[in-house]
T-cell receptor, first 112, second 112 residues
Framework: GEDVEQSLFLSVREGDSSVINCTYT??????LYWYKQEPGAGLQLLTY?????DMKQDQRLTVLLNKKDKHLSLRIADTQTGDSAIYFC????????????FGKGTLLTVNP | KAGVTQTPRYLIKTRGQQVTLSCSPI?????VSWYQQTPGQGLQFLFE???????NKGNFPGRFSGRQFSNSRSEMNVSTLELGDSALYLC???????????FGPGTRLLVL
């Protein structure tokens, strides 16, 4: 079945880059997503990448996809204290079925 | 454009009761997905509705049900509540490029 794995914790200093990693097992994954969740809030879509792409950049965010190894990463440049949150990786097998499989989330702590 | 609305935001129920949660998607979106988030199991897919039809269902007991109205608003119902149903219930409004899902703020349900 589908499975998405993430490391649980990451701690960085303000101004450094953060890299959050994710692996997935479903080879039919069509889209891969990164969501951010702040305490007491819902999920905020940060970015997504289509499975035939290697990289996508959006301002401070860079997504890298290694389809062969089924490895996805999210790099946040110049990390700020406001970036402290839980980051979820999710995959969709496409076909407009709108069913996401999520990782457990990575808690990013940014220290001043 | 208004975002995804979920009501109520907080609920306290006792075991054995039933509960109905409501979700209004982004205007123009015809698909709505529901997810349960708990500390132990993480984010799990419940079901997805498109044009009043359930297209996809997750691995939850029959106590969990939903429906969608002609205006795309959706409700989910949980009957015979159990302590383990305490969770954050998230609704996603589906549409746009990348088969993206936009989440509401969630309804936090506490079962005593």
């Amino acid at each position: 079945g589908e499975d998405v794995e993430q490391s649980l914790f990451l701690s960085v200093r303000e101004g450094d880059s953060s890299v959050i990693n994710c692996t997935y097992t479903d080879s039919s994954s069509t889209y891969l997503y990164w969501y951010k969740q702040e305490p007491g809030a819902g999920l905020q879509l940060l970015t997504y990448i289509f499975s035939n792409m290697d990289m996508k950049q959006d301002q401070r965010l860079t997504v890298l996809l290694n389809k062969k190894d089924k490895h996805l990463s999210l790099r946040i440049a110049d990390t700020q204290t406001g970036d402290s949150a839980i980051y979820f990786c999710a995959e969709s097998s496409g076909g407009s079925n709108y069913k996401l499989t999520f990782g457990k989330g990575t808690l990013l702590t940014v220290n001043p | 454009k208004a975002g995804v609305t979920q009501t109520p935001r907080y609920l306290i129920k006792t075991r054995g009761q039933q509960v109905t949660l409501s979700c209004s998607p982004i205007s123009g979106h015809r698909s709505v997905s529901w997810y349960q988030q708990t500390p132990g199991q993480g984010l799990q897919f419940l079901f997805e509705y498109f044009s009043e039809t359930q297209r996809n269902k997750g691995n939850f007991p029959g106590r969990f049900s939903g429906r969608q109205f002609s205006n795309s608003r959706s409700e989910m119902n949980v009957s015979t509540l159990e302590l383990g149903d305490s969770a954050l219930y998230l609704c996603a409004s589906n549409g746009g490029s990348g088969e993206t899902q936009y989440f509401g703020p969630g309804t936090r349900l506490l079962v005593l």
